[in-house]
């Protein structure tokens, strides 16, 4: 069993394991002259934080454990702070060097560029960030490396062991994104094989048993291990006690038919009614914070609400208007972050607890935007939907960081109660596992079924999967990845139906449009529906902009990797036909048909007759085309196709002759 500590102490104390190791940890005070930079005020910042306290505690972990599970509140110092410990003492020395996960890329390049700016160096150099087509680190300079979960998976692909990292933090562990869960897995398989390898998983909620004892070796294993005086492989948890105040909660008496609305109200009347302090709102998504955003400004234009800066945060936002909620509020205002769970836990908003500038107030709507998949319908949609009581509590916790704090929940004290989950369901458990089961293959994983998942999904999901890419030519009948189109997919970063597109690019000679295609498509934010003032129509052709010069870095990448798997660049002069072709190549498994007689515009899916609907965005809305094949689907009323091009019903049989034949014998002829 592994131990809990919640350490309070003054004094270094002794621990007895059941196992009959001894672990301590101590909470001796530390020199402030540990990062050699004369910047006085950062370093003092940095000892105000929480583990700070706790830095003997865990470095002595990590020397003495294969795996240290830290556990502490948002805030409290964990991924800022962590990482240079290690670096301080002497991690990163011999070649190998410091990484530290985080499931979103918007996080990763703000606490790369806080801790740059903390150690006094450019970012990109001694501090530095991955992110999926985005690498800012320098291979001889580089010390610490924040990337996303998701491209430390793909690095596993050109080097499995990971055997560039000393030791590997796996951060915001409690959110149980889908690449944690496979990243978790697969570094348990890797840490037999490197028992020098040093992992720190943590997490702002108490979930960490579970992990725990995933990470906890056999009884024949442990006997083992202890004879070749390597760190002790059983888990060691660290619990960082916050010094968060106080969070009033607030409840709505009947439950509100609007949370948009509602939200909008809520933070009017605390900008009438509450002392000063920053107010934190928590929405969806984009659209329903651009509303809100909109909302607000209108009020605080006609006079009675001035004073409040409003500003929206989600993961597509440019980086200026990023900057913008990190910066300082400004003398006798009020700032209003609009937010998705994003800054549930893994972001810091600007916090200078002396002055207590930051955030006091936080507006819970009570709802995020999730990924939902279902297997049978092998639909996959982002959905709006209830959070658990763990993210209500996050949430909350977000308005105690500088002083006592309010939180407004909007809902009622009874739903909270009753109806609430106690947390959420891993990701994995609600995915697509597309792009999973092909990486886990292209890293020599063969029984996937077997393997050792932390929270196993669905075999139904897996079954999808693996049907899927069976019909793409990706794996063969005995589900091992094919050669070369199976390597090759599984090389490009992207969707596998779009890396087979790529792929069919070739054949078609139209490569340099399908790339075009498929950098616009792993943009999230490059659509920007143009309505409003003159300033604001300023402000998204800026951001446009800011996508356009993005868009193209992603296509010169993709070229560079179609290059290097044989694909010669090519552009077929404007024959869109080869172009729709390549799509029906790869997106197969999305097409539709137009329902005969339909009045109202709805097609089936082939593979499972699920209704559909060209979105109203598209210019194919209302044209409605017999057969149109999607690149995703989004569920309001209806489930609406988006990005759909219009094709020929022979060009499936020809892209994918097994599949439309097991899927239904002849769904060509009508
Ligand atoms: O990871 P954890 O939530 O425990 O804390 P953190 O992200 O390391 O943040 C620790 C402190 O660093 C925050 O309270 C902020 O004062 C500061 N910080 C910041 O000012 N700007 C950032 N981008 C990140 C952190
Ligand atoms: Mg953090």
Same mark, same amino acid.
Do not use: H, M
């Given at each position: 069993m592994s131990q809990f500590?919640?350490?309070?102490?003054?004094?270094?104390?002794?621990?007895?394991?059941?196992?009959?190791?001894?672990?301590?940890?101590?909470?001796?005070?530390?020199?402030?002259?540990?990062?050699?930079y004369g910047f006085a005020s950062v370093e003092k910042q940095r000892q105000r934080l929480p583990v700070y306290k706790y830095r003997t505690a865990i470095l002595y972990l990590v020397e003495t454990h294969a795996t240290a599970i830290i556990v502490g509140e948002t805030g409290s110092g964990k991924t800022t702070q962590i990482p240079q410990f290690l670096k301080e003492a002497g991690w990163a020395e011999g070649g190998r060097i410091i990484a530290c996960t985080q499931p979103r890329r918007l996080a990763v390049q703000s606490v790369a560029s806080r801790v740059a700016e903390e150690m006094g160096v450019k970012l990109g150099e001694e501090v530095g960030y991955t992110i999926r087509f985005e690498d800012v680190t320098n291979t001889d300079l580089t010390k610490i490396k924040f990337l996303t979960d998701g491209v430390l998976l793909r690095e596993m692909m050109d080097d499995p062991l990971l055997s560039k990292y000393s030791v590997i933090m796996v951060d915001e562990a409690h959110e149980r994104s889908l690449s944690t869960d496979i990243l978790l897995g697969l570094l348990k398989k890797i840490q037999r094989r490197r028992p020098e390898l040093r992992l720190i998983i943590s997490s702002a909620t108490i979930e960490?048993?579970?992990i725990s004892s995933f990470f906890s070796p056999s009884k024949r294993r442990q006997a083992l291990l202890t004879e070749d005086h390597g760190p002790n492989a059983e888990?060691?948890? /660290?619990?960082? !006690?916050?010094?968060?105040?106080?969070?009033?909660?607030f409840y709505v008496e009947d439950p509100v038919p609007d949370y948009l609305q509602a939200a909008v109200s809520t933070v009017l009347s605390i900008h009438d009614q509450e002392a000063m302090g920053d107010i934190l709102v928590f929405l969806t998504g984009q659209d329903d914070i651009d509303a809100?955003?909109? /909302?607000?400004? !209108?009020?605080?234009?006609?006079?009675?609400n001035q004073g409040l800066i409003i500003l929206p945060l989600y993961s597509g936002l440019p980086r200026a208007e990023q900057d913008l909620v990190f910066s300082p509020t400004p003398r006798g205002k009020r700032k209003v972050v609009v937010s998705t769970n994003i800054a549930e836990t893994s972001l810091t908003l600007e916090v200078i607890r002396w002055q207590k500038k930051g955030i006091v107030y936080v507006v819970d709507s009570g709802f995020s935007k999730q990924r939902f998949y279902n297997p049978i319908t092998d639909i996959e949609s982002l959905i709006v939907a209830p959070i658990s009581k763990a993210s209500a509590r996050q949430r909350a916790g977000r308005a105690g960081r500088v002083r006592p704090g309010k939180c407004y929940r909007l809902y009622t004290e009874e739903y909270f109660l009753k109806e609430m989950s106690a947390e959420g369901i891993p990701e994995i458990q609600r995915s697509n596992l597309v792009s999973s089961v092909i990486q886990l293959k292209a890293l020599g994983i063969d029984n996937i079924l077997g393997f050792d998942w932390l929270a196993s999904p669905s075999s139904e999901a897996m079954i999808r999967a693996l049907e899927v890419l069976y019909s793409l030519g990706v794996l063969d009948s005995d589900a091992k990845l094919t050669s070369p189109d199976g390597f090759q997919v599984a090389e490009i970063p992207l969707d596998p139906m779009i890396s087979k597109t790529i792929l069919a690019s070739n054949q078609y000679g139209c490569s340099e449009e399908v790339i075009t295609i498929a950098a616009l498509l792993s943009m999230q934010s490059i659509w920007i529906s143009a309505r409003g003032t003159e300033k604001e129509l300023d402000?998204?052709?800026l951001r446009f902009a800011a996508a356009e010069k993005k868009a193209l870095e992603v296509r010169e990448q993709l070229?560079?990797?179609a290059q290097r798997l044989g694909i010669v660049l090519k552009s077929c002069e404007g024959d869109i036909q080869v172009v729709r072709?390549?799509?029906?190549?790869?997106?197969?498994?999305?097409?539709?048909?137009?329902?005969?007689?339909?009045?109202?515009?709805m097609y089936k899916t082939v593979r499972t007759s699920q209704e559909v609907y060209v979105h109203p965005s598209s210019v194919l809305f209302r044209v409605n085309p017999k057969w149109v094949i999607y690149n995703s689907l989004v569920s309001t009323d209806r489930q609406y196709m988006r990005n759909v091009i219009s094709i020929d019903p022979s060009w499936l049989r020809e892209a994918a002759p097994h599949f439309y034949q097991h899927q239904q014998p002849n769904p060509i002829a009508h």
């Open positions: 500590w919640k350490p309070g102490t003054e004094r270094p104390r002794l621990i007895d394991d059941e196992e009959g190791g001894v672990l301590f940890y101590s909470t001796s005070p530390l020199s402030s002259s540990s990062s050699g960490a048993k579970k888990p060691a948890i /660290l619990s960082v !006690e916050g010094r968060g105040f106080n969070v009033e909660i809100a955003v909109q /909302l607000l400004s !209108e009020e605080s234009r006609n006079g009675q402000e998204v052709k070229r560079r990797i072709k390549a799509i029906a190549a790869g997106f197969f498994a999305n097409a539709c048909r137009l329902e005969p007689y339909s009045y109202n515009g």
